[in-house]
């Protein structure tokens, strides 16, 4: 029995017998703001330490004022068929500058020396409590450190305890690899670091750069880290920027960290850097009076608050009494681990929660970890899948409120957006394309078309606010914010909106995310007109813009121009071979394996595309699916995660379910964070929602119970999932065969409820029938309703 309970108590965690030798093994804390990676070594303490603002660079005009008086050539040559020629043009005439990027603020590290040999071995990171751990023995003497960083009191915890008569000797220091200052404070019970970011990181990947990374002085952010030590017992000594600790019976570590950033648009300035000294030392006494339980209690508190919310089970087996990695390798060798898949799916929640919370920045591709001062593709907002991958998990994981600093990066890119939609194209409204900064850079990048010149960044962002309307039915929210934005690029759109030569309207110039197409010459080329997913975006906002209107019961003249506009639009073809087309022209692929499946939007995220409502479009994405993956599409973690939706929504459970299996197997570090390769976080929120998305769909007007359930998961249950309209769903199933699932609805209406072509019962708590309409059920707010097979009730365990 006592080995059951320690099974269970370890089903939530990911857990090691050794330290981290690299970053990618090391336990991600984080608080939205505060990141932490811990290596946990018992010698030496290692924690790679991030602040959500510490970026390269500072506000800049990054505008290309001559972009506008190449458009209208640009588009005569796509129209005559020269694609390749005004791919040139935009190259060297109509792109701008790359984005800044995301710093490492440092290194806390606590040496715990000793020669005796360590015992007992334990790593872990605890999900439903966010709290990481390391314990070992050394000569019989247990120790013990627990890292967390806390949301509700803005401040990275560090305490170590040793057994009753063992005594703690710990040497404290801070680094960091940018230009840092450090000292001990007077007292000799505190560390203070302060240092400045660079003005402006290039990209060097050819070596060939003298100033890659530039300081500038005036230029650049100014961080600030502050540590407090509080002990029971012993002495503190201070040394050289260190603080020894002799003879302590626990010691518990207060670390805040702020920047001088002060908005996009606001030039870091020395003051700012007081400030934020001032901030720090504020955190730190409020910290230091509540005490290490009180903060942990807080901390446990907020954080379950929102972890708790949602609990999944898919089976156990013996694996889960293995440590992580070990399980992780006997996972790739072919042995099953339900268990596994719903620790990743909740690892992702956790991670969007460590992120991504309100004031803070929105999660980037590494979320808000990085150790380089040159991180792979900049570690910014990479806004032509990735940055929106982030956030699939936000709503159907119950975890809207960590969805609002991205609606806060959308409301500052309408603002710098609206120049470069002026600028750069003449139109109104606004405009963003595929890579976003700290500093809200709404230009195209440098590079080449393929990726650097796509304008509808700000459009796919949109669909994130609508979505949460859907979800939430927040009509302030859709009134204030979402409506207004979404007006703004629909402005755009109306402006980039041109007549093709057989009159249709279509986007040109044109390009489908990174992909290339050959021309009849045979040569490589991104730039065409109407691409798919252009078109597809571009009239699903129309159409959230018309349906926002009209609830609010506003712009009916401009909604009206926005139908006469839809009804213009090019719409979605299917090829010769039956594919759905990604350009406008059936051209040959030149990579036919191609990493983005863009042209598949209208299917997922999107929900133009369903197989009964739209059959033809529907099988034109599979056979496209099949195509991309069959010559080694969904290669990388993204990717593959992109592959588990798509499936999911082709109500194709077994090859969702084949892609959640590659994306473990073959995409994930032994932390579990994904691999791209290198690491991308987008690959751990994309397989967390693709989870969601096959348990639990709601997209077609109603509430689809078990779409895409996989032989794989026979018998589960899962509480919590969110589905648009504001209900909140929990299911269970055996044999593969759901027995009873549970609605509550946020607000009283008419709801259509299916599970595959089965007939449903639906009751309220009491036994009594539902309300029904045809296929839709009556929901009152706050009542709880019961759904079964056949009229018969099954009974559904509590967790």
């Keep these: 029995m006592k080995d059951g309970n320690k099974r269970a108590d370890r089903l939530w965690k990911l857990w090691y017998k050794q330290p981290a030798s690299r970053w990618e093994e090391a336990l991600p804390v984080g608080n939205g703001r505060i990141g932490g990676m811990i290596y946990g070594d018992d010698r030496k303490e290692v924690i790679a330490l991030n602040e959500d603002t510490l970026w390269s660079g500072y506000p800049r005009d990054t505008q290309n004022y001559d972009a506008l008086r190449y458009l209208e050539r640009v588009r005569e040559l796509i129209f005559s068929g020269k694609y390749k020629e005004a791919e040139q043009l935009i190259d060297t005439k109509m792109l701008a500058r790359r984005t800044e990027s995301y710093q490492p603020l440092g290194n806390l590290e606590i040496g715990h020396p000793g020669d005796v040999p360590t015992k007992d071995y334990y790593r872990n990171l605890d999900l439903e409590t966010g709290i990481a751990s390391v314990s070992y023995t050394r000569e019989n003497w247990k120790f013990l450190r627990e890292i967390f960083v806390s949301a509700a009191d803005q401040v990275m915890v560090v305490h170590y305890t040793a057994a009753r008569g063992a005594d703690l000797e710990l040497a404290i220091s801070l680094n960091s690899p940018l230009p840092y200052q450090g000292k001990v404070t007077h007292e000799g019970t505190g560390l203070h670091m302060t240092g400045t970011a660079p003005s402006h990181v290039a990209d060097n990947y050819r070596g060939d750069h003298p100033q890659s990374v530039l300081f500038e002085a005036g230029r650049g952010i100014t961080f600030e880290t502050q540590v407090r030590v509080v002990q029971e017992g012993g002495t503190a000594v201070a040394g050289q920027n260190e603080i020894r600790i002799e003879g302590a019976s626990s010691v518990t570590l207060l670390l805040a960290a702020a920047t001088n950033f002060q908005g996009y648009n606001v030039m870091p300035t020395e003051e700012g850097a007081k400030e934020a000294a001032d901030r720090c030392a504020s955190v730190l006494d409020a910290a230091r009076k509540l005490g290490y339980r009180e903060l942990r209690r807080r901390h446990v508190e907020n954080h ?37 898949e719903a620790l990743y799916f909740q690892y992702g929640r956790y991670l969007l929660m460590s992120s991504s919370r309100p004031g803070t920045q929105p999660a980037h591709l590494q979320g808000i970890w990085n150790p380089r001062i040159q991180p792979p593709w900049n570690s910014n907002y990479t806004t032509n899948i990735n940055t929106e991958m982030n956030y699939w998990p936000a709503e159907v994981c119950n975890l809207s409120e960590c969805h609002e600093p991205l ?24 405009v963003a394309h595929h890579n976003v900064d700290l500093w809200r850079m709404s230009t195209p990048s440098d590079g080449e078309a393929s990726w650097a010149f796509w304008p509808m960044g700000g459009v796919w962002l949109c669909q ?27 402005e755009f759109c109306i402006d980039w909106l041109v007549p093709a030569p057989d009159g249709r309207l279509v986007t040109a110039p044109s390009t489908s995310p990174e992909n290339k197409f050959l021309t009849e010459d045979g040569e490589r080329c991104s730039v065409s007109a109407g691409s798919a997913m252009d078109m597809t975006l571009i009239r699903e906002l129309f159409e959230h813009c018309v349906q926002a209107a009209g609830l609010l019961g506003i712009d009916s003249d401009w909604t009206r121009q926005l ?74 973690g993204w990717s593959c ?10 109500g194709d459970g077994e090859s969702a379910y084949r892609f959640v299996h590659t994306l473990l197997a073959r995409s994930t570090y032994p932390n579990l964070f994904d691999d791209h390769p290198p690491f991308q976080i987008d690959g751990n929120f994309g397989g967390a929602a693709g989870i969601a998305e096959m348990l639990l769909q709601s997209h077609r007007d109603g509430i689809d119970l078990l779409p895409s359930l996989p032989e794989a998961w026979p018998e589960g249950r899962v509480s919590g999932l969110k589905a648009r309209g504001g209900y909140t769903v929990s299911l269970d199933w055996r044999e593969g065969r759901l027995t009873e699932a549970r609605i509550v609805a946020s607000h009283s209406g008419w709801c259509r409820i299916g599970y595959l072509d089965h007939a449903l019962r639906v009751s309220h708590s009491d036994g009594a029938a539902a309300k029904r309409e045809g296929a839709a059920v009556w929901l009152e707010s706050g009542e709880t309703y019961c759904v079964t097979l056949g009229g018969l009730r099954a009974v559904l365990n509590e967790f």
């Design 641 to 650: 995660a992109w592959l588990i939706n798509l499936y999911a929504r082709l």
């Design 304 to 340: 379950q608050a929102l972890f708790g919310r949602v609990k999944l089970e898919l089976g156990r087996n013996d694996n889960s009494r293995l440590p992580t990695d070990e399980r992780l390798v006997l996972y790739r060798s072919g042995c099953a681990d339900p268990a596994l």
């Design 563 to 636: 139908s006469a506009t839809m009804d213009r639009m090019a719409k979605p073809q299917i090829g010769p071979d039956g594919r759905l087309m990604e350009w406008s022209g059936n051209f040959a692929e030149a990579e036919p394996g191609h990493r983005h499946v863009s042209h598949l939007y209208g299917l997922y995220p999107g929900s133009a595309i369903t197989p009964k409502e739209t059959p033809e479009l529907a099988e034109a994405a599979r056979l496209s699916l099949e195509s991309r993956t069959s010559q080694g599409g969904g290669h990388t």
């Design 464 to 490: 994130h606010l609508w979505e949460h309307f859907a979800y939430t039915g927040d009509e302030a929210f859709l009134r204030e914010t979402a409506y207004p934005l979404m007006k703004g690029a629909a």
């Design 407 to 430: 609606f806060d990066l959308i409301r500052d890119l309408s603002e710098t957006g609206s120049r470069t939609a002026r600028i750069h194209y003449g139109a109104r409204g606004w």
